[in-house]
């Protein structure tokens, strides 16, 4: 859109109401530019959402197209083609048994929904007592009262503390800061033994489901669970009748280098949410993916699913999400990312070996994370209030480098400081370049800064 005279209205609420967010104007690729004309190469996608770059026609048009054609409808009145079929496409690239789909405007409201129908799943089988949903102390599964109860990041859920319901939080796996202090494989995975002695002590028949994010987000910065991990949650789920919820907003669909990221563990959950990345960055889309054996049991009983929202499966996002879905099978994008990741990772060990700031480089796919320490021996990090992450995202913005940070921060953890890399799809190996070498010169920056 061309905005004609003072660029900013001055009305918006902003997340941080101090900063002065640069205005952006348009985008290419991998790249986006501000209305003062300065590039930035986004190696954060957004945050893990325009998975295909920006500026694709297709899509627009898509998008236009179906506006045009029927703008609107409510779920509870019609269906319409883009829905049916993006349902039709997305679970058939789906591991089998994921064969029904529920279409949300965001990763939030589908962890909600995820939440909604494990509940009534259980209800409906006479489990009335089952409500609790177990999540782990490094999550985030969004901004609702619900999806923070399951989740434990400090920063964002004390505050609300009274509307936030007690349920319980078992450790994630997350070797490099490992919440026993032992090390893998002598560890015996006991972060995954934990689920089932919470589940024990809570009392399965209060339990309705575990959530959890299989490559761990914004929370711990990609960090992969070890392959036993997720075997043994599947097993603990199935054998107390617990419902496994696999958030995948972030690191679903093709981001961690598999069309879900369970399938690096062959492990198939019961309800899957996916975000971010559906759209494109181009229109709002979510989704639940449901296993069959959760339809049956609503088809054998109540026939109906209590919920819902106004923009469920909205034709046009669906529209959206089936034009980028078809671009990225056409340009061969999801078997693509294992061998871009590959190469990224070894430019970012290099990174680790020269500038001992980074504690940590880990990740999956296009999914990387970068940890910033204060010393690399004994893994201490920066006190929080030099905002380190926030630093370094600035630094890398004036080197025309975009990066995610998080904090972590969670129920019992110091923050931490994270910079999280995870580029477009279509990133080619020059531009894996340059994201680089503007990284490189983010830390030598920050590093001057902070040690002088
Ligand atoms: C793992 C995960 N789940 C859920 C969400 C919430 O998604 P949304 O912001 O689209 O509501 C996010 C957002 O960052 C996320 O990273």
């Given at each position: 859109?061309?905005v ?145 109860s ?61 959530i ?19 075997p ?25 280098g ?37 339809h ?30 078809r ?13 871009k ?61 975009v ?33 680089v ?16």
């Open positions: 859109m061309v004609k005279g003072k660029l900013k209205s001055g009305r918006v609420f902003y997340r941080s109401l101090h900063k002065n967010y640069p205005v952006i104007q348009r985008g290419k690729g991998v790249f986006v530019w501000d209305t003062t004309g300065k590039r930035y190469l986004d190696a954060a996608s957004g945050c893990l959402v325009t998975n295909i770059g920006y500026g694709v026609a297709a899509v627009a048009d898509a998008l236009r197209e179906e506006a045009l054609q029927a703008g609107f409808s409510h779920g509870s009145i019609f269906t319409s083609a883009p829905q049916e079929e993006f349902a039709r496409l997305i679970t058939e690239q789906a591991p089998a048994g994921l064969d029904y789909a529920y279409f949300v405007s965001g990763g939030t409201e589908a962890n909600e929904t995820a939440f909604s129908l494990a509940l009534q799943y259980h209800q409906q089988k006479g489990n009335t007592r089952k409500w609790k949903i177990i999540g782990r102390r490094l999550s985030y599964h969004g901004s609702s009262f619900a999806t923070l399951a989740a434990g990041n400090r920063q964002r859920r004390t505050m609300y503390s009274p509307l936030v319901m007690p349920f319980p939080l078992v450790p994630a796996p997350h070797c490099y800061r490992c919440y026993y202090d032992l090390s893998y494989p002598s560890c015996g995975v006991r972060c995954a033994r934990e689920l089932e002695q919470t589940i024990l002590s809570e009392g399965a028949e209060n339990i309705a489901a575990f959890c994010e299989p490559v761990i987000g914004t929370s711990a910065a990609a960090s992969v669970p070890p392959p036993e991990y997720f043994m949650v599947r097993d603990i789920c199935d054998r107390y009748d617990v419902l496994l919820i696999a958030d995948e907003v972030l690191c679903g669909y093709g981001r961690a598999r069309y879900l990221a369970l399938e690096h563990w062959n492990v198939t959950a019961d309800l899957v949410t996916l975000g971010k990345g559906l759209g494109g960055g181009y229109t709002p889309i979510a989704v639940v993916l449901i296993h069959e054996k959760i049956r049991v609503f088809l054998e009983n109540w026939g109906k699913f209590i919920h819902g929202y106004t923009y469920q499966g909205n034709p046009v996002s669906c529209a959206g999400g089936i034009a980028v879905n671009y990225l099978r056409e340009n061969n994008l999801f078997a693509q990312v294992e061998l990741g590959a190469l990224l990772r070894d430019k970012l060990v290099d990174l680790f070996n020269r500038y001992d700031i980074v504690g940590d480089v880990r990740g999956i796919g296009l999914l990387m994370g970068l940890e910033l320490v204060k010393d690399r021996n004994t893994k201490e990090s920066f006190s929080a209030s030099l905002g380190v992450a926030e630093r370094a995202r600035e630094a890398a913005m004036e080197e025309g480098l990066v995610y940070t998080g904090v972590g921060g969670t129920a019992d953890v110091v923050p931490r400081d994270y910079l999280i890399i995870a580029p477009p799809f279509i990133i080619n190996e020059d531009e894996i370049e340059l994201l070498q503007a990284l490189e010169r983010t830390l030598q920056k920050i590093t001057r800064e902070l040690r002088g």
